[in-house]
Nanobody, 129 residues
Framework: QVQLVESGGGLVQAGGSLRLSCAAS????????TAWFRQAPGKEREFVAS?????????YHSDSVKGRFTISRDNAKNTVYLQMNSLKPEDTAVYYC?????????????????????WGQGTQVTVSS
């Protein structure tokens, strides 16, 4: 079992930056796939970024955040991060951390929520214009 706790959300002006953290406990998750999703008010939860090791390190970002957001992790601290730069009002959402077993299917299904077994409670990010 893995427990995930997000932190680092808040209110920021457009163009600003935030770094979200997701601390994992229960098991070391160096072999797990980790990801960030977000859900804006009135919208479906959507994929933001994923990182996992399968025949090499795989890193993916959604087109809407590519070049602005960066996923990373520190296995020694059991923590995954999402560095968010050049924030826009449309980035306003609750951001969720997710983790699951790293497996071949993630090569094509890294953005699929059902592929992740563990979820945090979410952290609110609000970007003002």
């Amino acid at each position: 079992q893995v427990q995930l706790v997000e932190s680092g959300g808040g209110l920021v002006q457009a163009g600003g930056s935030l770094r979200l953290s997701c601390a994992a406990s229960g098991r070391t998750f160096s072999s797990y796939a980790t990801a960030w999703f977000r859900q804006a008010p009135g919208k479906e939860r959507e994929f933001v970024a994923s990182m996992f090791d399968w025949s090499g390190l795989r890193i993916y970002h959604s087109d809407s955040v590519k070049g602005r957001f960066t996923i990373s992790r520190d296995n020694a601290k059991n923590t995954v991060y999402l560095q968010m730069n050049s924030l826009k009002p449309e980035d306003t959402a609750v951001y969720y951390c997710a983790a699951g077993q790293s497996r071949r299917e993630l090569l094509v299904a890294f953005a699929t929520q059902a592929r992740y077994d563990y979820w945090g409670q979410g952290t609110q990010v609000t970007v003002s214009s």
